[in-house]
């Protein structure tokens, strides 16, 4: 065996191209037990393995420096420079991220796990290269999608102007997350099917040169072609054709879905823990296709994750037209949409809540300015949602609640947010947000509220006195359980109120409550800093109102547990009944 004598990449440069071809495969024997039992990013990975090694049997990390483009494909990378224990050994698992990270190897140059930046990054790394007068390779790796992203066109723009050592590593698999769209990922077929000849070249036409290899999971062919262009004197494309999820039959048949997979059964393919029940993403799903139905000018957009909505290959079918992934263009379908609502469509565009970010111009500029009626839908907004550092969702609301014209509401369960939606769609005067739930379908136990244009109405679900405890979004559960535990524990009947909107306050429900309560209590999913919270201790702050918020750190964490996480912040019931009481006894 080979790869139990790797520690780092110079251990496999003495070892002839059948060795490594072997390498590779125990390599794949190694992800695929590790995925296996932990999940992750599969199909990007095992695409990437000879690849990866071919960099490391041709350069000399970390003298030559490599950025990873979202960086979901490094993992031979990180066996190859001396983690190769976290990848063999179950009790070594949870010892590296699924991503670079600078704190685990000096072979690792950032933390990334966000999409388009590489080329940009190596541009960085070749300028201060040439200021100082060194010269090591630099190489940017780009792929699954990664280069419809305006930040790769912005890099490779720059990138052509440095008359220097700069080598893009493209990685052509011809997919991002799910399918890819947009017209450059044609021209990316033009250069496949000509071999890399065909006249219309875009990176010709940036200014770079350009060297095409068919077979990307060759591993000899892949050092042939790393070793024409080492230490070259200016900037160069490399494109290589690799096969997503290579050596594994289910990711190799079903390319979308096994982009990041579960835990499952290595032999079967099967889900160890396959979805059973209710979630809101089916739910979504069939309720937009619904809607579309009745209505032809209704659109969903999405940035090359339409599992944000459950939008699989057939619903996307069946909704034809009334459905278009934009691939990685946050920014673009943001704009798009606005015109889609400026011209008289009912756009809904959906994605991730860490993606967001890269729009916030477009959301600001584009729709709240211009009042444009866009429907945005936020998945994974949520203490509860994914927890490495590079994807956190717990900063969205604070981000967008603040933009003047932006209703941003928080369901507290699955009636309300089809209600909310419902209204968003057929209203026509406000760009709305709307928080997708986290976790198990709650169902309502009465009514709920069908029209929202009545902005900053709070809903009081139960009235009492003395303490108002206001829980917003996915935090409602645990202010119903604060309230339960007073009522029940302490003979005191707070009341509980369900604010619906993080962008503005209910200043008349606000000030009633100055006449029987001396505490209120806040409770958000969300940074505490610059959120909900504190827009309600803002309100008081001139009165006598004792004001407790709950929610989260501003601070970047990795790998967290939620638990752990919401005990340290004291969002538990038992610290936050203690902390009600103290503030009681103190007036």
């Not at 008081?540 to 340290?568: I, P």
Request: glycine share 8%.
């Amino acid at each position: 065996m080979f790869l139990e004598n790797i520690n780092g990449p110079q251990d496999i440069k003495s070892l002839k191209i059948k060795d490594l071809n072997i390498l590779a495969s125990e390599i794949r024997e190694a992800l695929l037990d590790k995925m296996s039992n932990c999940g992750g990013h599969f199909g990007p990975n095992f695409g990437f393995v000879e690849a990866t090694i071919a960099l490391h049997y041709v350069f000399n990390s970390p003298v030559d420096k490599f950025v990873f483009d979202v960086s979901h494909q490094s993992y031979t990378h990180k066996i190859l420079t001396g983690r190769k224990d976290a990848f063999l050994k179950p009790d070594h698992y949870g010892e590296v991220t699924g991503y670079t990270e600078p704190l685990e190897s000096e072979h690792d140059l950032f933390t990334v796990g966000h999409t388009s930046t590489s080329v940009s990054l190596a541009c960085g790394l070749a300028k201060a290269r040439d200021l100082k007068g060194h010269t090591e390779n630099v190489v940017a790796i780009i792929g699954d999608g990664s280069l419809s992203g305006g930040e790769a066109f912005e890099g490779l723009s720059c990138g052509a102007r440095l008359e220097s050592n700069l080598i893009v590593l493209l990685n052509d698999n011809n997919m991002a997350i799910s399918d890819v769209n947009g017209g450059l990922y044609k021209h990316l077929q033009d250069l496949r099917n000509s071999k890399g000849t065909c006249s219309n070249n875009i990176f010709k036409a940036f200014g770079y040169d350009y060297i095409y290899e068919e077979d990307g999971n060759d591993v000899g062919a892949m050092i042939r072609v790393l070793q024409k262009v080492k230490d070259t004197d200016h900037p160069i494309v490399v494109h290589i054709h690799t096969q997503k999820g290579k050596g594994y039959q289910p990711a190799e048949k079903s390319r979308e879905d096994w982009h990041w997979f579960p835990p499952f059964i290595k032999e079967t393919g099967e889900k160890r823990k396959p979805m059973t029940g209710e979630n809101y993403d089916n739910l979504v799903a069939e309720y937009l296709l619904d809607k579309m139905k009745k209505d032809p000018t209704v659109i969903a957009l999405c940035a090359a994750v339409p599992a944000t909505i459950a939008f699989d290959k057939a619903h996307r079918d069946e909704a034809g037209k009334q459905f278009m992934d934009v691939d990685i263009c946050e920014q673009h379908m943001l704009s798009m949409a606005a015109g889609i609502a400026k011209n008289g469509g009912k756009p809904i565009v959906a994605t991730f809540s860490t993606f967001f970010q890269r729009a916030y111009d477009q959301i600001a500029q584009d729709i709240c300015i211009n009042k444009c009626p866009v429907t945005i839908l936020i998945r994974n907004g949520s203490v509860w949602a994914g927890n490495d550092v590079t994807h956190l969702g717990w900063f969205d609301m604070a981000l967008f609640s603040n933009i003047p014209n932006l209703v941003f509401l928080c369901p507290t369960n699955c009636e309300e947010y089809f209600a909310m939606l419902d209204w968003s769609i057929e209203q026509n005067d406000f760009p709305v947000v709307i928080r997708i739930p986290r976790g198990k379908v709650v169902h309502a136990n009465e009514p709920v509220e069908k029209n929202y244009s009545d902005l900053n109405k709070f809903h009081v679900v139960q009235e009492g006195e003395k303490v108002a405890v206001l829980a917003l979004g996915d935090f409602f559960q645990i202010g119903e359980e604060v309230v339960e535990h007073l009522k029940n524990f302490s003979g005191l009947k707070p009341t509980l109120i369900n604010p619906r909107y993080a962008s503005g306050l209910d200043e008349n429900l606000l000030n009633t409550l100055q006449q029987n309560h001396s505490v209120v209590v806040t409770l958000e999913d969300s940074i505490l800093d610059g959120g909900f919270g504190q827009k309600i201790a803002g309100f008081y702050g001139r009165t006598n109102m004792k004001v407790l918020n709950y929610g989260l750190k501003k601070e970047f964490l990795d790998g967290y547990n939620v638990t752990a996480v919401l005990k340290e912040y004291g969002i538990t019931c038992e610290n936050i009944v203690d902390n009600i009481l103290n503030a009681l006894n103190r007036k």
